[in-house]
């Protein structure tokens, strides 16, 4: 009996080798990861670097030894897998540690190699003190090197959700930091009112924010020590580049495996490649959208999981297809949280689709009770039939609830009213009576009434 070979030993990877291993207790399961570490929560580095998570490790979920002893999957860390011959079905894997390769073959294969972070290519892009942030190997060096009281200066390279998490956490640790980027304003996929409250929370939190700059060159006599725009010179002790990732695709491609949208791999709503018996998922790969209605490129740990755990079932013969994503999430930014879901006006209008929307400023919990604070909602919805199709939050408290709450009622074809008229919970440190998701909808249901005639 041949493995199953899964290349790649975090979310995706490591979710779809347990679900294996649960359908077919007797099949051997092979996972060959680069790193060092897997199945790791690598969205908890930026939280690592501030010492609010102290111990790396507790961002460790399971080691080798643990899918050995309790689940009977081999994981070898360090090792790379060079090539994948898919006539012959075998992989050509190396050791790392001791430069030893060999061949390894396989029933079904299951590629799962991740994404890296993008590296702009300018000069300098290579030196000491430039740091990405994507694995953690990258947290632990970027922490290590913030532990020099030296590095006090740091500049933090894009302004999406990693960038944002980064800085809030080099200010804790009374870093002085500024941003570069190359938009105008913060998150564009926001509404403008809401980036506008984002960067008076970055202002208020003394953080220093350069716009419309793309970044030239990075300098510095043997390690950084000046950042370059085409508008400005910034010196520095480090840098933090966030300017997004891209998937690591080209040993699928050198294989013959297709890729799709943003060079991902191309995969059905089984998580089946153009190859037999190969199937991919997580970061590398593409993802069905619900609203879309087509793959996507989306690489969120949600969903790296939840496609892993089907390719799993699907690599021991299950025909379970992938419902598909909206792209839900949410950041921690200082005191506030920031969250998306579905789509934007601009977003329907690419998909070709009307949209109208409604902005609402309320309060997150009973106005009586201590510590109300002020919650910004905005829905996006078809002003034909007044389903929705989108919502964004920012506030400071049950955001990420909230935006989950929207995220359901955009998968079950909810429109304003039937949204208006679930019937949620109410206590006043929690909630106000009238529930701020339902004064959304209610709002934007009379915007959209009125608009009707």
């Known amino acids: 009996m041949q493995p199953f070979v899964v290349i790649g030993g975090v979310a995706a990877g490591m979710s779809a080798a347990s679900k294996a291993r649960r359908l077919r207790p007797d099949w051997p399961i092979i996972v060959y990861e680069q790193g060092s570490h897997v199945s790791y929560g690598a969205c908890g580095l930026p939280y690592y670097l501030s010492g609010v998570i102290p111990d790396y490790r507790k961002m460790i979920i399971r080691d080798p030894e643990y899918f050995l002893k309790k689940m009977q999957i081999q994981v070898h860390v360090r090792h790379r897998v060079l090539a994948i011959d898919t006539e012959n079905k075998k992989v050509l894997v190396k050791n790392l540690d001791t430069g030893e390769t060999f061949c390894q073959r396989y029933e079904t294969l299951l590629y799962a190699a991740g994404a890296s972070p993008v590296l702009p290519p300018v000069p300098g892009v290579a030196l000491p003190g430039v740091f990405p942030l994507r694995t953690l190997e990258d947290g632990l060096a970027l922490h290590s090197r913030l532990q020099d009281p030296v590095v006090r200066r740091i500049v933090v390279i894009g302004g999406g959700y990693v960038g944002l998490e980064v800085i809030e956490n080099l200010r804790l640790l009374g870093k002085e930091v500024q941003l570069i980027e190359l938009e105008e304003r913060l998150l564009l996929h926001f509404a403008p009112d809401f980036s506008a409250i984002i960067r008076d929370e970055l202002e208020k939190n003394q953080v220093e924010m350069h716009f419309g700059e793309s970044l030239a060159a990075l300098r510095g006599n043997g390690h950084l020590q000046t950042v370059v725009t085409e508008?400005?010179?910034?010196?520095?002790?480090?840098?933090?580049?966030?300017?997004?990732?891209?998937?690591?695709?080209?040993?699928?491609?050198?294989?013959?495996?297709?890729?799709?949208?943003?060079?991902?791999?191309?995969?059905?709503?089984?998580?089946?490649?153009?190859?037999?018996?190969?199937?991919?998922?997580?970061?590398?790969?593409?993802?069905?959208?619900?609203?879309?209605?087509?793959?996507?490129?989306?690489?969120?740990?949600?969903?790296?999981?939840?496609?892993?755990?089907?390719?799993?079932?699907?690599?021991?013969?299950?025909?379970?297809?992938?419902?598909?994503?909206?792209?839900?999430?949410?950041?921690?930014?200082?005191?506030?949280?920031?969250?998306?879901?579905?789509?934007?006006?601009?977003?329907?209008?690419?998909?070709?689709?009307?949209?109208?929307?409604?902005?609402?400023?309320?309060?997150?919990?009973?106005?009586?009770?201590?510590?109300?604070?002020?919650?910004?909602?905005?829905?996006?919805?078809?002003?034909?039939?007044?389903?929705?199709?989108?919502?964004?939050?920012?506030?400071?408290?049950?955001?990420?609830?909230?935006?989950?709450?929207?995220?359901?009622?955009?998968?079950?074809?909810?429109?304003?009213?039937?949204?208006?008229e679930v019937d949620m919970s109410y206590a006043p440190p929690y909630k106000g009576?009238?529930?701020?998701?339902?004064?959304?909808?209610?709002?934007?249901?009379s915007a959209w009434e009125k608009a009707k005639g």
């Open 433 to 445: 009576v009238w529930e701020a998701v339902v004064v959304a909808a209610n709002v934007a249901q």
């Open 231 to 420: 508008k400005g010179e910034y010196p520095c002790d480090l840098a933090v580049l966030a300017v997004g990732v891209r998937p690591n695709s080209d040993l699928a491609k050198a294989a013959g495996i297709a890729l799709g949208y943003k060079n991902a791999v191309a995969v059905d709503r089984r998580m089946r490649t153009n190859m037999p018996d190969i199937l991919a998922a997580g970061d590398c790969a593409e993802t069905y959208h619900r609203l879309w209605r087509k793959n996507v490129y989306l690489p969120l740990g949600t969903t790296a999981n939840r496609q892993g755990r089907l390719a799993g079932e699907n690599a021991c013969g299950g025909q379970a297809e992938f419902t598909g994503v909206l792209g839900t999430s949410v950041a921690k930014i200082f005191s506030l949280a920031a969250a998306k879901t579905g789509f934007t006006e601009q977003e329907a209008a690419q998909a070709g689709l009307a949209a109208a929307s409604s902005i609402v400023e309320t309060i997150d919990h009973a106005i009586y009770y201590p510590g109300a604070r002020r919650l910004h909602l905005k829905l996006v919805y078809c002003p034909r039939s007044a389903v929705l199709l989108g919502g964004q939050i920012v506030g400071s408290e049950g955001v990420a609830h909230r935006i989950d709450v929207l995220a359901t009622a955009i998968a079950a074809r909810m429109t304003l009213q039937e949204l208006g």
